[in-house]
């Protein structure tokens, strides 16, 4: 009987210290879930002075509090999804003040200047992006006419733009040193690109590949996976032609943050 009562014990003591381990753990897993979405690259820098509150609960995460604008939402959500333990993420981000109506100009210019910022080889901070039904105007200053027509390329191939009227500025030589040097000392945007300098975190490489091909009229429909390793991008899924797999895989080579592209996906 004693035996018996002995194990039932011991039992019970055993089961009670694998509830707490893995209580500890899942506790553990959601701290570091919390603690690396506020040390990634997007909530350091797209994010940053957005009230976003992160909490996650047995890798369940959710998202509250406000955004200045949607691409931002989406940024947020595709980050977090994207971490290590994460299983869901409820993301119930609003944004600030009246969101553009889809197919507005107003929407159509955060769309385009959401695509900038996400590429390395064209400058967002030094884009200004006009719109008037449909046709999308560009200007301000390109480093080279290199620069100035990829630009015009990621604009028109922004989803329901029209037409692109490229009016920015090639600089010269002589002042393209002073500028970049002007552009370190800039806050707001300029603080923000010069950041992406940094060394990006997977999570947040992920989420800019993901919202670049969502963005582009080209590959929005593709059904595409995403990984990261390292900076190695790998795509997956499926594309209706070997043009748009070479697309993605342009678009991808560009997005900050991104070292290598594998393109896996099957040409359907």
Same mark, same amino acid.
């Given at each position: 009987?004693?035996?018996?009562?002995?194990?039932?014990?011991?039992?019970?003591?055993?089961?009670?210290?694998?509830?707490?381990?893995?209580?500890?753990?899942?506790?553990?897993?959601?701290?570091?879930?919390?603690?690396?979405?506020?040390?990634?690259?997007?909530?350091?820098?797209?994010?940053?002075?957005?009230?976003?509150?992160?909490?996650? $609960? #047995? %890798?369940? &995460? *959710? /998202?509250? =509090?406000?955004?200045?604008?949607?691409?931002? !939402?989406? +940024?947020?959500? @595709?980050?977090?999804?994207?971490?290590?333990?994460?299983?869901?993420?409820?993301?119930?981000?609003?944004?600030?003040?009246?969101?553009?109506?889809?197919?507005?100009?107003?929407?159509?210019?955060?769309?385009?200047?959401?695509?900038?910022?996400?590429?390395?080889?064209?400058?967002?901070?030094?884009?200004?992006?006009?719109? $008037? #039904? %449909?046709? &999308? *105007? /560009?200007? =301000?200053?390109?480093?080279?006419?290199?620069? !100035?027509? +990829?630009?015009? @390329?990621?604009?028109?191939?922004?989803?329901?733009?029209?037409?692109?009227?490229?009016?920015?500025?090639?600089?010269?030589?002589?002042?393209?040193?002073?500028?970049?040097?002007?552009?370190?000392?800039?806050?707001?945007?300029?603080?923000?690109?010069?950041?992406?300098?940094?060394?990006?975190?997977?999570?947040?490489?992920?989420?800019?590949?993901?919202? *670049? /091909?969502?963005?582009?009229?080209?590959?929005?429909?593709?059904?595409?996976?995403?990984?990261?390793?390292?900076?190695?991008?790998?795509?997956?899924?499926?594309?209706?032609?070997?043009?748009?797999?070479?697309?993605?895989?342009?678009?991808?080579?560009?997005?900050?943050?991104?070292?290598?592209?594998?393109?896996?996906?099957?040409?359907?």
């Amino acid at each position: 009987m004693r035996k018996t009562t002995y194990s039932i014990a011991l039992i019970g003591t055993v089961v009670s210290l694998l509830f707490i381990n893995v209580n500890v753990f899942a506790s553990a897993t959601d701290d570091s879930i919390e603690s690396s979405a506020k040390q990634s690259h997007i909530f350091r820098t797209y994010l940053k002075g957005d009230d976003v509150t992160i909490q996650s $609960k #047995d %890798g369940v &995460v *959710t /998202l509250t =509090g406000t955004v200045s604008e949607d691409s931002s !939402k989406s +940024l947020a959500g @595709e980050t977090v999804a994207s971490l290590p333990g994460v299983k869901s993420v409820n993301n119930k981000l609003g944004v600030k003040g009246e969101v553009p109506a889809k197919q507005s100009d107003a929407w159509l210019i955060t769309k385009v200047k959401s695509t900038l910022m996400f590429h390395r080889n064209v400058s967002a901070a030094e884009t200004k992006v006009f719109a $008037k #039904d %449909g046709i &999308v *105007t /560009l200007r =301000g200053e390109a480093t080279s006419a290199a620069q !100035k027509d +990829l630009t015009t @390329e990621y604009a028109q191939h922004v989803e329901d733009v029209k037409s692109v009227k490229n009016e920015m500025t090639v600089l010269p030589a002589e002042k393209k040193s002073e500028k970049t040097t002007m552009g370190e000392k800039m806050d707001g945007m300029g603080e923000k690109m010069n950041a992406i300098g940094e060394s990006i975190d997977d999570a947040s490489i992920t989420a800019l590949v993901k919202t *670049t /091909l969502l963005y582009h009229r080209s590959t929005s429909a593709l059904n595409t996976t995403v990984e990261t390793q390292n900076g190695v991008v790998t795509l997956g899924g499926k594309t209706g032609s070997a043009a748009e797999k070479n697309l993605a895989t342009k678009l991808v080579k560009d997005v900050h943050g991104v070292k290598t592209v594998v393109n896996n996906m099957a040409v359907k």
